[in-house]
């Protein structure tokens, strides 16, 4: 983060202060002084009790009367106005402290989020220039107010750790600011889906990177950010820009949920248009659960659809060669079938775990 090498005052007085000294070497009454310069006694009495700005008028009235330029009676109140900006500055960061305490600044910074900070203040700084406001109230607004609907149509505010979660949906914002696609096109993404499961049949190394570009090419941005702590979460999807976007943590770090994940997300986008952020761990509204529910069926059909779960059911063998015949016949993961089967316990969560792939998105 830049550093301002300007020079900042400790202290600054009002130009009032200077116009009293002069006035009293030149022996000169506040009456007589509003006099000569054409302005209201009121309006002196004010700008001598601090209470009032010295403008470009007066400045330039005031250098007749007590032949002091108007650029010093203007710097002054420059330098003044900056100096009290600055202290009701420092009340705002002193009033952040309890906010900034809120988020895993540690973890943040060690991800690089955030700039290194060692003290309050600077912590207070270095969350106001990642969220991009400029106080905790601002942030509020924002995340937990919705009032800026247009640009962020839900609130945080019944979701648990929502400093966590609101760093996490902000990183994924910038992180979609630096990715280049093509413009969205519908049916191009809709005809893309069997290359995708493809993709996560064959699990090849570098699937994910893979992932983002299939995604690319038909205008969605796919982010992986990882998740903070006490703030699990799986991912989300949201427009930023009308451009599609979806954001994967990977916290599981096996490929059977990720699938599930992205093809759930990827619903979002093809079922439920602009309107909605769709947020794990969101207290939705009946309406949003019926799209959650939607995003869910999209997702577990395109992966192994209900025919295919029945007919690996109804066959009884669930031994890891069986499931491997399987997966090659319904082109998906074997990975993918046995998290189905240990899901709805029809094998134990122990029982051909290894055919599930450990994935890490972030190596």
């Not at 700008?47 to 710097?75: N, Q």
């Not at 290194?116 to 969220?131: G, I, N, R, W």
């Not at 959650?292 to 031994?319: H, R, T, Y």
Request: glycine residues 4%; aromatic residues 10%; charged residues 25%.
């Amino acid at each position: 983060m830049a550093t301002l090498s300007k020079f900042v005052p400790p202290v600054a007085f009002h130009p009032g202060v200077t116009l009293a000294e002069k006035l009293k070497e030149m022996a000169m009454s506040v009456k007589e002084f509003a006099v000569r310069t054409s302005k209201p006694e009121k309006t002196v009495f004010a700008v001598i009790k601090g209470t009032s700005s010295v403008t470009p008028d007066m400045a330039v009235a005031f250098e007749s009367v007590t032949r002091i330029p108007a650029h010093f009676w203007l710097e002054k109140q420059r330098l003044y106005d900056e100096y009290m900006a600055r202290e009701r500055r420092e009340e705002q960061l002193t009033s952040a402290y309890q906010w900034a305490r809120a988020f895993p600044f540690a973890q943040m910074e060690r991800m690089g989020w955030v700039s290194a900070a060692k003290t309050l203040d600077e912590k207070v700084k270095s969350l106001f220039s990642f969220f991009q406001v400029s106080t905790a109230k601002a942030w509020e607004d924002y995340y937990l107010n919705q009032q800026l609907k247009v640009a962020f149509r839900i609130s945080l505010s019944n979701i648990k750790e929502p400093h966590s979660i609101s760093a996490w949906l902000r990183e994924g914002e910038l992180q979609a600011a630096e990715m280049h696609v093509s413009a969205f096109t519908e049916k191009g993404l809709r005809e893309s889906i069997p290359d995708m499961k493809t993709l996560c049949a064959r699990h090849p190394q570098g699937f994910a990177k893979e992932l983002q570009n299939i995604c690319g090419q038909h205008g969605v941005k796919l982010i992986y950010t990882p998740c903070l702590p006490k703030a699990p979460i799986n991912g989300s999807t949201r427009w930023i820009n009308d451009v599609p976007c979806i954001q994967i943590t990977g916290r599981h770090k096996r490929n059977d949920i990720f699938w599930f994940t992205f093809f759930h997300e990827l619903a979002h986008i093809l079922l439920h248009g602009k309107k909605d952020i769709f947020l794990e761990s969101a207290d939705y509204i009946d309406k949003q659960q019926e799209k959650e529910n939607a995003a869910d069926s999209f997702a577990a059909n395109l992966l192994l659809s209900q025919a295919e779960e029945a007919e690996v059911i109804k066959s009884g063998d669930f031994s890891a060669a069986a499931i491997m015949v399987y997966a090659d016949k319904f082109n998906t993961h074997p990975g993918v079938i046995v998290g189905r089967l240990q899901h709805k316990r029809i094998i134990p969560y122990t029982q051909n775990s290894d055919l599930i792939e450990k994935i890490d998105l972030y190596k």
